[in-house]
């Protein structure tokens, strides 16, 4: 459960280990075997990686930098990514199940494809990120900055949005029924008249939904 404000989110959190192996040379861990497990990896470069498939279960990645890698199949259960910078990473097809990415950035970063249940993103710079045709299952956006990201033909249910700024992303095709962007940024954000039916808004988000429906509001 977290809280936010009056707000609850059941959000099922991370089952860690009380103690975490450090992994000195993950690169070297995975020459070894496809699983990373019950570990700590922290302020490294994790470069120039690629590998057909891998799994990292109950770990936490703090400060850690990925770049230039490729990963055919990724499945990520119970692991906190903290301060990592995940940008332009290829995860398309991945499967996150109690993940946190805290203050962690994400610019460019493609999830598309992926399974998110029991996912929290907090304090992250996504923008341009993707997530088209994902399925979001008890999925939690906190305080992120997601301009110009995309959602497009996503499975939402019970996703959550508070304070984030999704100005000019892209919603089309996406089921928004019960969600609640009014604490959001929206403007220019784009989605099918059918898709905004049960969206949640404040009075002052009514203007962007009016240009998507061709209403034009004169002052």
Sequence with gaps: MIKRGSMSYKIIQPTLPKTLKKVLNFKETLSQKEIVSESIIEEVLIENLEVKYLNLKASVFENVSFSNVSIETLDVTNVIFRNCDLSNIDFRGSIFHQVRFESCKLIGTNFSDGSFKNVVFEGCQGRYSFYRYTTMKDVLF?????????????????VSFDHVDLRKSQFSGVGLKGVDLSTSKIEGFSARFEDIQGLIINPSQSIDIAKL???????
């Design 142 to 158: 906190i305080e992120s900055i997601l301009l110009q990201s995309d959602f497009q033909e996503s499975d939402f249910k019970r």
């Design 213 to 219: 429906v061709g209403v034009e509001v004169k002052y």
